[in-house]
């Protein structure tokens, strides 16, 4: 009988760590017909703007803060792959279900599998997204709000995954990326490298985490094609309201909130505030001031990048 299931080897072992530790699990999306360079380049010339991000960084090891984001600009997909692959970028295409209707099948056949195979609790707002990856690229230490797993297409990179509790973690810097998407801005040192579990994600790898573990990637030297897959769960919903009321409080009211609870009268009230105010324009015009869009691809010289 062929073998169609796209997640690989999983053991009872799989089945009692899966959300408490970093499991490297092996999968066979790298010969897929919707991850070939055709694919790819295909889909990138039809993205729309408003779903990718384009994003010039550091080289690997560099100083922080060199992260800018821009435009395509009137490449052809393949001219953006082979920029990619001789710049140092990073190109995500976001929500791509919503782009192709292909990809939330494949989306659909993940999660179908994994809720037979890994007792996560049941999941919503499944969202997939398309990384492509300069050569000795760098993803800077963040963590992410949604339940979270990186899958590896083509390439190779270095995934180091740090504890989701604090220092590594805190708080309040869970509120800063819930308010102003801030996932960049995380205090890092040196030696948190001591307490992260590494991977060496391969082709044909996948990794996921514990809920908003911080991590950081550093690509090998080559082009690098990942997949990323994020989920909502009723557990992982509700912190989300308590990131956002907390950081109302925090901001708006100028008051350190001290509970983290997911039940009881205090959630309930957080609830209902953060509801008040998270889709608010003082929200919007804060976000939009913290990340700028400020160059595009430059179609004349391959690596360069034009300032806006
Ligand atoms: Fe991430």
Redesign the pocket.
């Given at each position: 009988m062929i073998d169609t299931s796209i997640l690989k080897s999983i053991t009872p072992e799989h089945k009692e760590l899966f959300g408490k530790v970093p499991l490297q699990l092996s999968h066979s999306l790298p010969s897929s017909p919707l991850f070939s360079m055709d694919a790819l380049a295909e889909l990138i010339e039809r993205y729309p703007r408003e779903h990718y991000s384009l994003v010039h960084m550091g080289e690997k090891g560099s100083a922080r803060k060199t992260w800018r984001e821009g435009n395509i600009g009137g490449l052809s997909g393949k001219q953006v792959i082979d920029w990619i692959e001789n710049g140092r970028m990073w190109l995500n295409l976001r929500n791509v279900k919503t782009v192709d209707d292909r990809y939330q099948s494949l989306l659909d056949k993940i999660f179908r599998e994994m809720g037979t195979s890994l007792p996560d609790s049941p999941t919503f707002n499944q969202g997939l997204g398309i990384l492509i990856s300069s050569p000795n690229a760098q993803?800077y230490y963040?963590a992410?709000l949604p339940g979270?797993s990186l899958w590896q297409i083509l390439g190779k990179k270095r995934v180091y995954v740090y504890p989701n509790t604090a220092p590594f973690v805190t708080g309040e810097q869970l509120e800063n990326i819930a308010l102003f998407n801030l996932e960049t801005d995380m205090r890092y040192e040196n030696w948190y490298d001591e307490h992260a579990r590494i991977f060496d994600l391969e082709a044909g790898q996948m990794l996921h985490w514990p809920l908003n573990a911080p991590?950081r990637v550093e690509n090998f030297d080559c082009l690098n094609v990942s997949m990323?897959i994020e989920y909502w769960s009723d557990e992982i919903r509700r912190s989300q309201m308590v990131n956002v009321a907390n950081g109302l409080i925090r901001h708006k009211l100028g008051i350190a909130p001290k509970s983290r609870a997911l039940k009881g009268v205090n959630f309930a009230g957080k609830a209902i505030f953060q509801k008040m105010f998270k889709n608010s324009k003082w929200l919007k015009k804060e976000r939009a001031a913290r990340r700028p869009v400020d160059f595009m691809l430059d179609g004349q010289n391959l690596g360069q990048i034009v300032n806006l």
């Open positions: 993803v963040h992410d979270q991590h990323t």
